[in-house]
């Protein structure tokens, strides 16, 4: 048994969630496969040639596998088996015998050792597994008049959060929404990812202003930076707004890759006014100001962080994510938001190949 990540907090396949897995079938009948091989070739053996030795491999190789009563049912059936008639009892030296017998007693208390750890291990991959999803919160599938759909994968394997996070929001404004790629990746910056989340959910429910919704983030990184000596704490930040009633959507921007308006089989970038990262500190600085795009019906909003921009084929050029989204569209992907998730996540994965940094994909539909 082992534990190692599968899915994201989304749903979507990928390195992500804790979970234990069987051993492979083929190595948990490893053991069984080379007992038999064994008989068969002392049955065919002359009866001078010992295989005797050979036996000892059967339980250490159970022990890797199988609990403490599998492997001491395989132990005893390997001592069983050196008894038999067939095998040739009598050419099998007493001494190889007690040796089988002392490695499987070992086996036995080797596996009772390893079925402790794994278990202790798996109480631990719970408890992270649920301290992380309550970071980083699975994605409906709407919220509110908002049509939705995420994708996250930490660069770190086996963690469910990173550098990199999102979240979407009712309150009395519309639907906020929030994409933002924090200083470092893994687990090291989980601690930034839940100070800007949970600010994020406190002021989009306070501050009437998109821009002002920025601002709190800012004061909220520069304190946690303040605190943290030398420490410089900074994120880039994507904040959306879909005003109740309205065909638009507000954008404010903070040193962030711009997000994509997907409009018949097109993309382009929606730009927005010039805003430096989040917890940068810079006096006199006013808070940034939103930019307004009109929507039609049908239209889609793409936000990212750069992993996925900065992500390289083998000749080393950067995943042009407009152009490549465009010409899946065109071979008959819907312009839907799980939909275009997927087929962004797939097609950046066959062109990079191993993504080396934290990458978050957030579709966002009005109806």
């Not at 994201?8 to 492979?24: I, Q």
């Not at 001494?95 to 390893?114: C, E």
């Not at 009712?170 to 989980?190: E, I, K, N, S």
């Amino acid at each position: 048994m082992g534990v190692f990540g599968t899915r994201g907090p989304n749903g979507a396949g990928g390195s992500g969630e804790l979970r234990v897995a069987r051993s492979p079938l083929w190595l948990r009948a490893l053991p069984v496969v080379l007992l038999a091989v064994l008989i068969a070739a002392q049955a065919f053996t002359p009866g001078d040639v010992e295989l005797g030795a050979y036996y000892a491999a059967v339980p250490p190789l159970a022990a890797l596998t199988y609990g403490v009563a599998g492997t001491a049912v395989l132990s005893g059936t390997v001592l069983v088996v050196m008894q038999l008639p067939l095998i040739g009892a009598g050419s099998l030296a007493g001494s190889d015998t007690g040796a089988v017998a002392l490695i499987g007693a070992l086996s036995v208390v080797i596996s009772w050792v390893r079925s402790r750890h794994v278990g202790r291990l798996v109480r631990v991959s719970t408890v992270a597994e649920a301290a992380q999803l309550a970071v980083l919160a699975p994605l409906p599938a709407s919220v509110g008049p908002v049509h939705c759909a995420a994708l996250y994968r930490a660069a770190q394997r086996g963690t469910l959060v990173g550098g990199d996070l999102y979240d979407v929001r009712p309150c009395p404004y519309g639907v906020r929404a929030l994409v933002a790629d924090v200083q470092g990746h893994g687990l090291a910056a989980v601690g930034s990812v839940a100070a800007l989340l949970g600010a994020f959910r406190e002021a989009v429910l306070d501050l009437p202003d998109l821009g002002e919704v920025a601002g709190r983030l800012e004061r909220r990184l520069s304190l946690d930076s303040a605190g943290n000596g030398d420490i410089e704490l900074f994120a880039t930040a994507l904040l959306l707004e879909f005003p109740p009633g309205r065909d638009e959507v507000r954008v404010v921007c903070c040193g962030h890759p711009p997000a994509l308006l997907v409009r018949d089989g097109r993309a382009r970038e929606i730009c927005g006014e010039p805003a430096p990262p989040l917890g940068m500190g810079l006096p006199g600085l006013a808070a940034p100001v939103a930019v307004t795009e009109p929507l039609l019906p049908g239209d889609l909003v793409l936000a990212y962080t750069d992993g996925v921009t900065e992500a390289r084929d083998a000749s080393g050029a950067f995943y042009p994510l407009a152009d490549r989204l465009v010409a899946r569209l065109k071979d008959g992907t819907p312009a839907a938001p799980e939909a275009v998730v997927d087929a962004v996540w797939e097609d950046l994965a066959a062109y990079a190949g191993a993504v080396a940094d934290d990458v978050a994909l957030l579709a966002l539909t009005p109806r």
